[in-house]
């Protein structure tokens, strides 16, 4: 993501690319409020105990810099949310989960009672709505930063609505920090607790810019991106399996 992103930087300028598309993150926002959406202006300076905020914070001062040297070359970034689809639910498993908790539990999960970090509210998106994203603006030529992602919101409700869970037990982040800490020192599992913090701190994002601007809007609902990951969860293959490279994400 960073030493990266600098030598294909080096290369659009040896070769004389007029446009630079980069796929950033929400991840790259510095903390931000839950209760109201923040448009791209907001701080871009990460979470310096998530590795990967810090990382993605750091891609966008290269490309502020990138800009500032290179003003003929139009730069657009996109900062999705969680980016969801049914073939790359056993890697998001695999890579959340590890052997912690067994496949086929996660996937027929349902639970009665949903404990849930009560203040976490996330932004999900579809990778073919991204993707659609992706072609907008360079379709259209359309430069500088756009948020993305689909509607509704996703809070412990929506999250207990996939899940089939009749009711939501809050619980503070630090215990959801501390569990995940602790089965990650242990290695049973491979999630580091600095992903809890990236989702405890990133802000909610205003699209308004990217649908007015480029006409894009989400074709899959987030509820219904979180709902093809979780019932994609007992799979077997995923992204690498190569059937894959001639299906359709949904199928």
Do not use: C
């Not at 639910?89 to 590890?98: K, M, Q, S, T, V």
């Not at 996939?162 to 939501?168: E, F, Q, S, T, Y």
């Not at 920090?177 to 491979?190: D, G, H, K, S």
């Amino acid at each position: 993501n960073v030493d990266g992103l600098v030598h294909v930087l080096d290369a659009v300028v040896l070769a004389g690319v007029p446009h630079v598309v980069y796929p950033s993150s929400l991840g790259a926002y510095s903390r931000g409020p839950k209760d109201r959406p923040v448009d791209e202006s907001w701080p871009v300076g990460g979470v310096e105990t998530s590795h990967y905020n810090v990382q993605k914070a750091e891609a966008e001062t290269i490309l502020d810099r990138f800009e500032a040297a290179h003003p003929e070359v139009l730069v657009t970034r996109l900062r999705p949310g969680f980016l969801f689809q049914a073939d790359a639910a056993p890697e998001i498993r695999d890579y959340f989960f590890g052997s912690l908790v067994p496949r086929r539990l996660i996937a027929r999960l349902r639970l009665p009672v949903l404990p849930f970090p009560e203040r976490f509210r996330f932004q999900v998106l579809h990778t073919d709505d991204v993707a659609d994203a992706f072609w907008r603006v360079i379709q259209q030529r359309a430069g500088g930063i756009f948020n993305v992602a689909a509607e509704p919101v996703v809070g412990p409700d929506g999250v207990a609505q996939v899940l089939g869970a009749k009711r939501i037990l809050p619980v503070p982040p630090a215990l959801v920090r501390a569990l995940v800490a602790i089965t990650y020192r242990l290695r049973l599992q491979p999630t580091d607790p600095g992903w809890i913090d990236l989702a405890d701190a990133v802000p909610l994002m205003d699209t308004t810019r990217i649908r007015e601007v480029t006409g894009w809007s989400e074709t899959v609902s987030s509820l219904e991106a979180l709902r093809q990951l979780v019932d994609s969860f007992d799979g077997r293959e995923g992204l690498g399996n190569p059937e894959h490279r001639t299906r359709s994400p949904l199928v």
